[in-house]
């Protein structure tokens, strides 16, 4: 769904019916709905402040597990620093008050991206997600394991057998947050979004399975092979892996990345691009390209120049590696970081929107919040292909990030992960 | 800038398709890669380049004649043509290679709510031009690495327009016989049209594969796709045709884009055509080169799939686009098979002896470096326990 409106502060009540009456018909509640309409009037009023007059177009987008509003403007959108989490308006200062609102938008909705689009103009994103009840069944491993067949299109009940073996056999760093519980995993499943590759048993007994989600990007994450017996499942990681490779073989996608809770095995087809060991489990990445790649530039800090070159030599990518001189130029104006929240792991997720000169402050800044609210694992990614995020590569690696996992093509250019991990006090 | 709405102009099916992305020139990719040589295996081109005759005529090519328009409908060709192959002029319809040929047929016979069937791992384009044009695409699974009969007549409907098979199959190398395929058209009925791309007739030497030309006058709902892209060594030049019962020709004529084919693409076709010899030493190049692939793969236990096709299929226990870039590395292009729905194959062309030689090599070293297993755990960087 879709309007268009001029930028006046007489026109937000018209984008806040659109919202609230498209998020009721796509079935959310109101206590779902009611933070989503309160960040879009806050936006919307924000951006008659910077921009008045200009058309603005709203998109709605049901995505079953999450209500998702789009604004699309022509020009740069006004200081976003205020989305920073880290960031407190100001209540003594009109102008602190003036961004209050959009301090109130940022954290009222669970994601929120800013971007600059190919076709012409500004985006901002926010995502407000579904809340489900807590997992009904305790999850019993089957007896029998094989023989299995694999289904891209498994019965619900199997599914939520899935999100209970993931639950209860793997670590909570091993899985992204949001399978679980089963009624969100469920209905990310029924978004084209998301898929799973599950093998059962004739008896329909779960033998394990593997979930994948797209996005706009060109590669597929995935996630798994979760096995009810990873010792002697070596062939099912395998048939699971070729599935995939099978389902993505000729698509619009440039490769896949998987994130699996044990080793891949070489004949599983995935490269190995990288690990995560924390406390509890780890993470062993795999990277399939799915097409054949003529190179790329990379920008990188020189910091980071031998991890990615020991990577991207493994990985045999041909990369034409040009390091990153600091020119004193603007970048991007003022940092700003989208963040993703897994509490469970005690994970945070940093994504580089816009990368400043005070890229430094604003970093140590949401480090001191992370810290503080108790999560021991912070990744922050930079973008081989955003020269300017290479700014970033010195401060990250001064607060004791490690570069760990490589994933081609994972943005605009390939994109490396460092984490921060701290021993929990 | 105001963009046009795209979103209103643009038809759904053509928003959804991908765009295909050549590979780039080659001085870039050898820059890229950082090699000096590069040998191309990729697109099961014939190392020889044109028969003798075409490449004389092409050195004396008098450059004053492109201002002037070709024959628009390549009349010169499509008489010598038809006296060599023993059908009628109008059977003959040429297009800018084999590939425009599978777009006129498309175009002509099927509307949106029409399908085509066709085999799920074979030739990409005739699901790619059926997808961006709105017409929708059935997939039979290969049975054994050959079209599967059964599978493709279940799928076959009212609305079938066109079944395609691509007979020898690229990139299986699989084919039908004779017999298998009069009883796979005797079963199908007139009721629909069968498309045979024999794009490596000229490579075949099996008594029993058969001529779809000479089925024609018994089959008039068949139509035969070959170029000059392979055997003729003229890929460059872009000149393939079909060759069809009169009455379907001239249907298919209407949505024939005229002039299409080029004034030295349609003189180097007259000219390679019926150079027996050079057919000759290219088979028993493709020969040699099949043999030695083979002999390599036994030695690496690695499967092959060989044929009389200038193209080899072989399985590695790891990942194909992994091996395109190593063996680009080491100066040869391949082609991956992921895309072709063979995760974990690659598809080799023939190219001349010594080449082909240091391709087994290169092979050799790849399938040695990568199924080391202890290099797992090193290149993690972290313990495997
Ligand atoms: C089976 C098949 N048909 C058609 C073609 C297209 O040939 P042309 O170069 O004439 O467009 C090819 C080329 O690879 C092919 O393999």
């Known amino acids: 769904m879709e309007l268009k409106l001029e930028l006046d502060p007489a026109r937000m009540p018209v984008a806040v019916a659109f919202v609230e009456s498209a998020a009721r018909t796509a079935g959310f509640e109101e206590r779902e709905y009611a933070l989503l309409t309160l960040s879009v009037e806050e936006l919307f009023l924000a951006l008659c402040n910077a921009m008045p007059g200009c058309e603005v177009g709203l998109k709605f987008r ?47 909705c669970d994601q929120f991206s800013v971007q600059q689009i190919p076709q012409g103009g500004w985006e901002i994103l926010l995502r407000k997600e579904r809340r489900y009840p807590a997992a009904g069944q305790p999850f019993t491993p089957p007896t029998q394991l094989k023989p299995w067949s694999i289904s ?63 996005a706009e990007r060109r590669i597929v994450e995935c996630f798994g092979p979760y096995l009810n017996n990873p010792a002697d499942s070596g062939l099912l990681v395998d048939q699971l892996c070729e599935r995939l490779c099978l389902q993505f073989g000729r698509s619009r996608f440039l490769g896949m990345v998987l994130y699996a809770p044990q080793a891949l095995p070489p004949s599983a087809g995935f490269e190995p691009s990288g690990a995560l060991e924390t406390p509890n489990g780890t993470v062993w990445t795999g990277y399939r390209m799915l097409d054949e790649e003529f190179g790329a530039v990379a920008w ?86 955003h020269p300017f995020q290479s700014l970033l590569g010195q401060h990250l690696l001064a607060s004791g990030f490690i570069p760990r996992i490589l994933v081609p093509w994972g943005g605009k250019g390939d994109l490396l992960q460092l984490y921060r991990q701290r021993v929990q006090q | 800038m105001n963009l046009p709405p795209l979103d209103l102009l643009v038809p759904q099916h053509v928003r959804q398709f991908e765009a295909y992305v050549p ?99 074979t030739f990409a384009v005739y699901e790619w031009i059926a997808r961006f044009s709105g017409v929708g695409v059935k997939l039979a699974p290969l049975d054994d690495f050959g079209f599967d009969d059964e599978g493709l007549l279940g799928l ?160 590695l226990p790891f990942s194909d686009t992994l091996a395109y870039r190593l063996l680009m590395q080491q100066g040869f292009m391949i082609r991956t098979m992921t895309g072709f729905r063979f995760p974990g194959w690659i598809r080799v062309s023939m190219v001349k002896r010594d080449e082909m030689r240091l391709f087994c090599d290169a092979l050799a070293r790849l399938v040695h470096s990568r199924t080391d297993q202890s290099m797992l755990a090193k290149t993690y960087g972290v313990s495997a326990s």
């Open chain 2, 23 to 121: 590979s780039p020139p080659d001085s870039e990719l050898r820059k890229m890669f950082g090699v000096e040589r590069l040998v191309r295996m990729n697109n099961n081109e014939n190392p020889f380049g044109p028969p003798p005759a075409a490449a004389a005529f092409l050195k004396s090519f008098d450059p004053a004649s492109v201002a002037r328009y070709p024959s628009g409908d390549c009349q010169p060709l499509r008489i010598r043509l038809s006296d060599y192959l023993g059908i009628k002029v109008s059977q003959l319809l040429f297009g800018n290679g084999a590939n425009e040929v599978i777009s006129f047929v498309i175009k002509a016979f099927c509307q949106q709510g029409d399908n085509i069937v066709t085999a799920d791992r």
């Open chain 1, 152 to 214: 891209d299109t498994p019965s619900p009940d199997a599914v939520k057998q899935l999100s209970g073996l993931i639950a209860a056999q793997y670590a909570a760093t091993q899985f992204p947050e949001e399978f679980t519980p089963e009624g969100r995993l469920l209905d990310k499943l029924a978004s084209s979004d998301y898929g799973v590759l599950l093998a059962q048993t004739d008896q329909g007994e779960l033998s394990g399975g593997l979930i994948w989600r797209t």
């Open chain 2, 156 to 315: 076959v409907d009212s609305r079938t327009k066109l079944v395609f098979i691509c007979n020898p199959n690229n990139p299986t190398g699989s084919w039908w016989n004779r017999e298998r395929l009069t009883r796979f058209l005797d079963r199908l009925g007139p009721n629909h049209i069968v498309v045979l791309d024999e794009a490596y007739f000229e490579f075949m030497d099996q008594p029993d594969y058969p001529d779809g030309i000479s089925l024609l006058p018994q089959y008039p709902n068949l139509i035969i796709f070959r170029t000059f892209s392979k055997m003729f060594g003229l890929a460059g030049l872009r000149i393939g045709y079909l060759a069809g019962s009169e009455a379907v020709v001239d249907i298919v004529r209407k949505t024939a884009i005229v002039y299409s084919v080029n004034s030295i693409a349609q003189e180097a076709a007259l000219a390679a055509l019926d150079d027996l010899e050079f057919i000759r030493a290219t088979r028993a190049m493709v020969q040699e080169g099949q043999q030695m692939l083979a002999e390599q793969c036994a030695a690496l236990k690695l499967p092959i799939l060989s044929s009389d096709c200038n193209f080899a299929m072989i399985k």
């Open chain 1, 300 to 385: 990188l800090p020189q910091e980071l120049l031998p991890f990615y070159t020991r990577w991207s030599s493994s990985m045999a990518l041909s990369r034409d590696i040009r390091e990153y001189h600091d020119s004193g130029e603007t970048g991007d104006g003022l940092t700003l970081f989208g963040s993703r929240l897994n509490r469970a792991a005690g994970m945070a997720q940093l994504t580089p929107l816009l990368v400043g000169r005070d890229a430094g402050q604003v970093l140590a800044e949401h480090l001191d919040l992370l810290d503080n609210e108790g999560y021991t694992t912070v990744c922050c990614t930079l973008d081989t292909g």
């Open chain 1, 62 to 108: 049901d995505l079953r597990y999450a209500a998702e509003v789009c604004f699309h403007f022509p020009q740069p959108p006004p200081d976003l620093r205020i989305f920073n989490i880290t960031t407190r308006p100001d209540h003594e200062t009109d102008e602190g008050l003036a961004r209050m609102g959009l301090f109130l938008a940022s954290r009222a």
